[in-house]
């Protein structure tokens, strides 16, 4: 099984790319390839660039990679109550690319934030978005308090937690399976 995992920002030390890391972690035997945002940074989309230079080889590059996986893991960061910039940027020339940017492929959709909330404004944009983009969410998740809630070691040590993401994993593995 192949595995594209990623966290919605940017920033070198993304809470949420080391959740989407974690997750990826529990597919046992799995090629995951995590992706890093920074490798995929283009000029802010617009129609006037577009006419003018057509897609950015990035934007192409994105939607292949999610193309040639057969799980998707994505954690979502919010900013402002929505998607990152970085990866709002991204989403919006992929869908250029292929409108059906998330081709039909099986998704875990998650969030965290250092906040109670847990990602949770992103990740119920991104549940009602995704799916006009091709995405086959499988389930999501929220990690509220990341730093009192994770531990680089140890993963998600809140025992609610941990049960709640270890029922959403044999949950997809069990769909995956089918």
Do not use: C
Not at 11 to 36: H, R
Not at 49 to 54: A, R, S, T
Not at 81 to 96: E, L, M, Q, T, V
Not at 103 to 129: C, E, F, H, N, Y
Request: no cysteine; aromatic share 10%.
């Amino acid at each position: 099984m192949n595995i594209v995992a990623f966290g919605g920002s940017s920033s070198k030390k993304s809470i949420n790319k080391q959740l989407a890391t974690y997750a990826a972690s529990f597919f046992e035997g799995a090629n995951v390839q995590i992706l890093d945002l920074n490798d995929y940074e283009m000029p802010i989309f617009s129609l006037d660039i577009e006419k003018k230079d057509d897609y950015p080889i990035q934007a192409i590059n994105f939607v292949e990679q999610i193309g040639a996986t057969d799980l998707l893991i994505i954690s979502l960061s919010e900013h402002n109550g929505s998607y990152s910039a970085a990866f709002k940027n991204i989403f919006d020339w992929a869908s250029r690319v292929a409108t059906q940017t998330f081709q039909q492929k099986p998704m875990l959709l998650m969030a965290t934030s250092p906040g109670p909330r847990g990602g949770i404004s992103v990740l119920d944009t991104a549940k009602v978005r995704f799916p006009f983009h091709g995405a086959k969410i499988l389930g999501t998740f929220s990690l509220p308090e990341f730093n009192k809630n994770f531990d680089e070691s140890l993963g998600i040590t809140d025992p609610e937690l941990l049960r709640k993401f270890e029922k959403l994993i044999a949950s997809a593995k069990v769909e995956l399976s089918a």
